[in-house]
T-cell receptor, first 109, second 116 residues
């Protein structure tokens, strides 16, 4: 099945810093989503982005489908950005999301 | 409205108990999912329902029994669970049209299950 690798596994930032999270995947995808899981366990949709670039406030994402990777950019980080960021993909042959292991982000004030 | 609701939020049960988890969405989605998430791990797919029919069972033990009574509701019946089944159980839904349109999955807040 499709493999999903996220890097870095852990990231520690000071408030106001920028960061880039990466997601590599091993096969062509129909669906790629970025999620933020807050400390209470809620998975919050950030982007649906199987290809192209999207922006939403301080967050943006780019997926280069031909090279099988996606990037999530967080600018001017805030303490509320802390949590685990997951990339999840659905292959063209598959029918459900496969999650990467996540990047744990800690933002301190 | 992009809300998926789950009840209960927390559940403690013994190994001989029978309990059920409930998931509801009113977005008109036709695909619904159950995921299991252990601490510090990513969610793992358990079941997929498409148009109220079970389409994927990821080799889940029979002590977990899913049910989709209608297009808005998804249940997970639990019986004779083991302590290692303690986890966060997440429900999700998506359009389910399978015709190449955006298939964003929306997740509920989860049920934290502890099996004693």
């Amino acid at each position: 099945g499709i493999q999903v690798e996220q890097s870095p596994p852990d990231l520690i930032l000071q408030e106001g810093a920028n960061s880039t999270l990466r997601c590599n995947f091993s096969d062509s995808v129909n669906n790629l989503q970025w999620f933020h899981q807050n400390p209470w366990g809620q998975l919050i949709n950030l982007f649906y982005i199987p290809s192209g670039t999207k922006q939403n406030g301080r967050l943006s994402a780019t997926t280069v489908a031909t090279e099988r990777y996606s990037l999530l950019y967080i600018s001017s980080s805030q303490t509320t950005d802390s949590g685990v960021y997951f990339c999840a993909v659905e292959s063209q042959a598959g029918t459900a999301l496969i999650f990467g292991k996540g990047t744990t982000l800690s933002v301190s004030s | 409205d992009t809300e998926v609701t789950q009840t209960p939020k927390h559940l403690v049960m013994g190994m001989t108990n029978k309990k059920s988890l409930k998931c509801e969405q009113h977005m008109g989605h036709r695909a619904m999912y159950w995921y299991k998430q252990k601490a510090k791990k990513p969610p793992e797919l358990m079941f997929v329902y498409s148009y109220e029919k079970l389409s994927i069972n990821e080799s889940v033990p029979s002590r977990f029994s899913p049910e989709c009574p209608n297009s808005s509701l998804l249940n997970l019946h639990l019986h004779a669970l083991q302590p290692e089944d303690s986890a966060l159980y997440l429900c999700a839904s998506s359009q389910g049209s399978g015709q190449g349109i955006e298939e964003t999955q929306y997740f509920g807040p989860g049920t934290r299950l502890l099996v004693l």
